[in-house]
């Protein structure tokens, strides 16, 4: 798999009938390794390593409705309260970040309410923090770590 724009962590592997298989952490099961996979395993461990967001308020790949249509987001951080603190969007190091992923992430966070949001193929990253007063976000370096 292609080297991405996020510190080396160590993962687990595995083939299944042919298919290469990476272990998440979260979902606590082998995966099928995409690329699209492969960038959010390594955003994961982003999270949880440099950014200390503890392990068990990490969701991972649960679908939700927007608009009464069933979609799924990648990775959500939840506050203590069972509030949404961020959302994160990956795409394919192939995938350029567009405006199109945004208006996607966008429209998730209608139905979630989270107070970040991030965007990254593994190659580019974005950060964003919502202003729910003016409807709109203000971009950042980085995401603030746990605490």
């Known amino acids: 798999?292609?080297?991405?724009?996020?510190?080396?962590?160590?993962?687990?592997?595995?083939?299944?009938?042919?298919?290469?298989?990476?272990?998440?952490?979260?979902?606590?099961?082998?995966?099928?390794?995409?690329?699209e996979e492969w960038v959010r395993q390594h955003?994961?461990?982003?999270?949880i390593h440099?950014?200390?967001?503890?392990?068990?308020?990490?969701?991972?790949?649960k679908e939700l409705k927007v608009n009464r249509l069933k979609k799924r987001y990648d990775i959500v951080i939840f506050n203590s309260d069972g509030s949404i603190h961020l959302i994160v969007e990956c795409k394919s190091p192939k995938v350029t970040i567009n405006q199109d992923v945004f208006d996607q992430i966008a429209r998730y966070n209608?139905?979630?309410s989270a107070t970040y949001l991030m965007v990254t193929n593994g190659i580019n990253h974005y950060y964003c923090q919502m202003d729910f007063e003016q409807e709109s976000y203000i971009f950042l370096n980085d995401i603030p770590d746990y605490n």
């Open 110 to 112: 209608l139905t979630l």
């Open 1 to 35: 798999m292609q080297n991405l724009n996020f510190p080396k962590f160590s993962f687990r592997f595995k083939n299944s009938e042919n298919k290469p298989l990476i272990f998440d952490d979260i979902r606590k099961k082998f995966v099928v390794l995409q690329p």
């Open 50 to 61: 440099q950014k200390k967001y503890p392990k068990t308020l990490i969701n991972v790949e």
């Open 43 to 47: 955003c994961v461990q982003y999270l």
